[in-house]
């Protein structure tokens, strides 16, 4: 399955690792949520990069205390049409400042890349190589945007009623209630 | 009537080009059926029984007679010749062939037209009041809240794969013409006792197998923070929802799972996060929009003026299409006048490309060029001076749509049952044909008064059954087709899920049922002016039961 990044198909230096198999001592790894959560000590202490693979149906508030040591998280889409994890991104990205790799996994097609890259996300496995070619092409099939997102895109409504251009993503920041 | 921009009409051409690529890889066989799925729903289309059919948004019911105009080209070009308005302000074309789709969308897209989430899992085409900014009973223009949503829930990166559909509605009238307590979320703008305009939030209204009226989780709702507001219910909806069973993936299970007070907590806890960001909105940014909805400029006109009250004693006809058809403007001199679309024996809500273009032609001479659909399946003139209404009845006689039935029995909201529906498990449309020739007699459905008949032909609900006055629902058992009916069921300001009155009914009696049932109010009611809905809020549902199954 091919991987993208900024825009091109690039290998993947990450090892993804099973349940139950051995971590090899050296290089990048991708390892399950409980295994990343049962030895988060013993990740933390690790040269290498590691990454988790975090399912759908589990809070990434989990994942908060980590996210200083994790150099990625996978989301998945287990179907193109079980959207979860664009919120789990976004709430990854823009509530709790994660920096690292967001990788989308799972039936990632031509038709979610601009809603992928807007949530967040910045690397992604593709399900279809003709999809991963038409990489560049489906990222700017629009130049009309709508939503202010931590992908810092300037609105239509900042244009059109002439507010100042923010170059710094939109960040909304937890408030004490 | 909106003015678009710029960014309106280049949004609307690169999805029309994304659509293009879309059709042409389903085409080649590089889409499977189930990967153009959820693509081709999120523009519109349908594949029903016969062909694939076209959704077009109608956004919160205003159309330009330029965009009528395209409707009836694109019925002509591309379909039989007609269109079908449906309950949520959209018109369907159910004829139209996959690879002609694109063209059809492009020629759409031109008078700013299209089918963008007018289906799917996404947020769907925000509707309100069709006598928004005309209505004397409110407060200010829904439209302005409509069209932000709009704006802002189009392509939203987050919510374009729900668990299910979510449809928003918006009110700002005391009377509802809205429908907003069947909706997946319902806005209703009123003034609070500070003195402030805002919103009244409900969650959780649908109708469908497991019918719930929505549920109030924020009484008042400062302006400023609608956005951020329901970004947060959607967020929840998003990540909580059910998957696993589409019966049980819409928003009204969740809510009525964790229960509404539950629900309301964690949408609270959530939006306190996200309200003071980015979302939180600029008045500049209301003004904005608020100051691309034109109104007309319309004439200093009394009201009654002496050409129409000499009109109403010398024509009969039409002082009783005015007592009907024509409602009070909030502008003196002015009328609002319902086109009904319900003429005795035809499909509810169908209308042919040459009606559209005389009614496009209609309102550009008398109404400020401008028309509205309402989800009672009726079009709208807007801004009728009084003193033409005499020339707009004949006009509007001439092409069939002054039909003096507007809120009578045989004003039937009707879904396409399964003359179209690949879901239907009955007919639905020659159960309202038959029902309109029953009380063609427009005296008799005078009579009657005010009185909804809603039709479904399946469990979905798309005809409203569970909210009319008077519900008939199709089944199916054992290969046939029947009918359970409810009484007392209201989309109003006090909407009410119907009553059933017992077990269901051939094909062949629901017009006599019905027949029974308004004979019944008719010996039942206190006085000739105790609506049916009230009368059977009197005395229940049980008097109806008896006269109806006393003989069956």
């Known amino acids: 399955m091919p991987l993208v990044r900024s825009g091109k198909v690039v290998e993947d230096r990450f090892v993804r690792v099973a349940d139950g198999e051995p971590v090899p001592e050296q290089g990048p790894v991708i390892v399950s949520a409980d295994r990343f959560l049962a030895d988060a000590d013993e990740f933390a202490q690790r040269q290498d990069a590691v990454g988790v693979i975090w399912p759908n149906n589990r809070s990434v508030a989990e994942l908060e205390p980590h996210l200083t040591r994790l150099a990625l998280i996978a989301l998945v889409f287990p179907a193109y049409k079980d959207g979860r994890a664009y919120s789990q991104a976004r709430v990854l990205r823009e509530r709790y400042g994660f920096r690292g790799e967001l990788r989308a996994t799972g039936q990632v097609l031509r038709d979610q890349f601009l809603f992928l890259i807007r949530a967040g996300f910045d690397a992604f496995e593709v399900a279809k190589p003709a999809d991963a070619a038409a990489f560049e092409e489906a990222a700017r099939r629009y130049s009309v945007f709508f939503q202010p997102t931590g992908d810092g895109r300037m609105t239509v409504a900042r244009v059109r009623t002439g507010r100042a251009s923010r170059t710094a993503p939109v960040r909304s920041e937890r408030v004490s209630a | ?552």
């Open chain 2, 1 to 552: 009537m909106y003015l678009y921009d710029d960014f309106d009409r280049t949004l609307l051409a690169e999805r029309v080009a994304e659509f293009r690529g879309q059709v042409a890889r389903r085409l080649t066989g590089e889409l499977n059926e189930d990967e153009f799925k959820s693509l081709r729903l999120m523009n519109g289309v349908y594949l029903q029984l016969h062909a694939y059919m076209l959704r077009i948004a109608i956004p919160y019911g205003t159309l330009a007679s330029d965009q009528m105009r395209k409707l009836a080209h694109v019925a002509r070009r591309y379909d039989r010749g007609y269109g079908h308005f449906t309950t949520r302000q959209n018109i369907q074309f159910n004829w139209i062939k996959l690879a002609e789709l694109p063209d059809a969308m492009a020629d759409l897209a031109d008078s700013r037209l299209h089918g963008m989430q007018t289906s799917g899992n996404c947020v769907r085409n925000i509707t309100t009041d069709q006598w928004a900014a005309v209505a004397p009973d409110e407060i200010e223009d829904p439209r302005v809240w409509a069209e932000l949503l709009r704006q802002h829930l189009t392509l939203h990166p987050e919510f374009s794969f729900l668990p299910r559909k979510f449809k928003i509605a918006v009110s700002a009238a005391s009377h509802d013409r809205a429908a907003i307590a069947i909706h997946d979320l319902s806005l209703r703008l009123y003034r609070n006792g500070a003195g402030e305009v805002g919103f009244e939030v409900g969650v959780g209204g649908g109708l469908g197998r497991t019918p719930f009226l929505a549920k109030i989780i924020k009484p008042f709702l400062a302006k400023r923070d609608l956005l951020s507001y329901v970004e947060a219910v959607l967020r929840l909806y998003n990540q909580y929802g059910r998957r696993d069973n589409i019966y049980k993936a819409r928003i009204k299970i969740l809510v009525h799972e964790l229960g509404a007070e539950r629900f309301g907590r964690e949408v609270e806890a959530e939006w306190r996060s996200i309200k003071d960001g980015a979302l939180a909105l600029d008045p500049a940014v209301i003004a904005e929009i608020a100051a691309r909805f034109r109104y007309p400029d319309y004439e200093r006109l009394a009201d009654s003026p002496p050409a129409l009250v000499a009109a109403r004693k010398a024509d009969a006809r039409f002082a009783t299409w005015v007592h009907n058809a024509v409602a009070n403007h909030k502008v003196p001199g002015y009328a609002i006048v319902t086109l009904s679309l319900k003429p005795v024996g035809k499909p509810p809500g169908d209308c042919t490309a040459d009606q559209m273009d005389a009614i496009a032609d209609i309102t550009d001479r008398y109404s400020f060029g401008e028309i509205r659909v309402g989800h009672e399946q009726n079009l709208v003139l807007p801004h009728v001076p009084q003193r033409d209404l005499p020339e707009v009845f004949r006009a509007l006689d001439a092409i069939g749509v002054a039909t003096p039935n507007v809120g009578l029995v045989s004003d039937i909201i009707a879904c396409p049952g399964l003359d179209y529906c690949s879901l239907a498990n009955a007919r639905a449309i020659p159960v309202a044909q038959e029902i309109s020739q029953r009380f063609r007699d427009l005296d008799v459905a005078r009579g009657l008064g005010r009185l909804h008949v809603n039709i479904s032909g399946c469990i979905n609900a798309c005809g409203h059954h569970h909210v009319g006055h008077i519900g008939i629902l199709g089944v199916e058992k054992n290969g046939e087709e029947f009918y359970q009916i409810t009484i007392g069921g209201r989309a109003d300001e006090k909407a009410q899920l119907g009553a059933l009155i017992g077990p269901a009914v051939p094909y062949d009696d629901v017009a006599d049922v019905v027949e029974d049932i308004a004979q019944a109010y008719l010996e039942l009611r206190q006085q000739s002016d105790e609506l049916f809905i009230d009368t059977v809020k009197r005395v229940g549902v049980e008097p109806f039961k008896e006269r109806v199954y006393a003989t069956r």
